[in-house]
Nanobody
Framework: VRLQAFGGGLVEAGGSLRLSCVAS????????MGWFRRAPGKEREFAAA????????VYADSVKGRFTISRDNVKNTVNLQMNSLKPEDTAVYYC??????????????WGQGTQVTVSS
């Protein structure tokens, strides 16, 4: 499965962005999917995950209540709606297929990611 994330940009604090990740390949609906982010000078961290059928969702405490993950298995996309953005949300955001519960990257590669910058 190849993944391409897009939708990032520059937004003021309190604003919203919607990220999307498009997957190629026929087995997208076999995988749980996750969003991760890497802020400057920090380790990559887990943000949200959704099960293969979309019936289970988990969020990191740092984004809970502000971000919403969703997927469309017909369009092979996974989305991240980000509301009430804060400057500390500034990071490069990546999508990945994940192992449920551990959030380990199933395929080990991260792709290009999409930059989100939140100004104060």
């Amino acid at each position: 499965v190849r993944l391409q994330a897009f939708g990032g940009g520059l937004v003021e604090a309190g604003g919203s962005l919607r990220l999307s990740c498009v997957a190629s390949g026929r087995t997208f609906d076999s995988y749980a999917m996750g969003w991760f982010r890497r802020a400057p000078g920090k380790e990559r961290e887990f943000a949200a995950a959704i099960s293969s059928r979309g019936d289970a969702i988990v969020y990191a405490d740092s984004v809970k209540g502000r971000f919403t993950i969703s997927r469309d298995n017909v369009k092979n996309t996974v989305n991240l709606q980000m509301n009430s953005l804060k400057p500390e949300d500034t990071a490069v955001y990546y999508c990945a297929a994940v192992r449920w519960g551990t959030w380990a990257n199933t395929f080990g590669s991260w792709g290009q990611g999409t930059q989100v910058t939140v100004s104060s």
